[in-house]
C-alpha cells in the first residue's frame, strides 16, 4: 500500500514561513513524479510545484519566486519551502505521486496564513 505521510502545516502570520514535508517508501519516491497541491475551501485543487519527467521543476504562477520544491533522497521525502505567505495561501497542502495512470495522495496537512 502506497503511503505518502506530509506534516509540516500550521498557522503562520502574512510574511512568514512553513516547510511541508513528504514521506513515502523508496521504490514510490525514486519511481513515480512527485508533487504538491492545495485546495482551499470552495475551490478545485491545484498545482502548486511538481518535479517533472525529466527532474525539473514547476511552479504555480501566484507562488514562484516564494516557494521552492525540494527532495532529499536520504530521506525519501520531497519538501516544500514556503515563504513569504500570504492569506490567500490558506489552504489544505497535499502530497502527491504519479505514474502513467496511477496516483496516489496524501492525506493533506492544514496550511493557514493569518494575523
Known amino acids: 500500500q502506497v503511503q505518502l505521510v506530509e506534516s509540516g502545516g500550521g498557522l503562520v502570520q502574512p510574511g512568514g514561513s512553513l516547510r511541508l514535508s513528504c514521506a513515502t517508501s523508496?521504490?514510490?519516491?525514486?519511481?513515480?513524479?512527485m508533487g504538491w497541491y492545495r485546495q482551499a475551501p470552495g475551490k478545485q485543487r491545484e498545482l502548486v510545484a511538481t518535479?517533472?519527467?525529466?527532474?525539473?521543476?514547476n511552479y504555480a504562477d501566484s507562488v514562484k519566486g516564494r516557494f521552492t520544491i525540494s527532495r532529499d533522497y536520504a530521506k525519501n521525502t520531497v519538501y516544500l519551502q514556503m515563504n513569504s505567505l500570504k492569506p490567500e495561501d490558506t489552504a489544505v497542502y497535499y502530497c502527491k505521486a504519479s505514474r502513467l495512470q496511477y496516483n496516489y495522495w496524501g492525506q493533506g496537512t492544514q496550511v493557514t496564513v493569518s494575523s
Open positions: 523508496r521504490n514510490i519516491f525514486i519511481m513515480y513524479t
Open positions: 518535479f517533472n519527467s525529466g527532474g525539473n521543476t
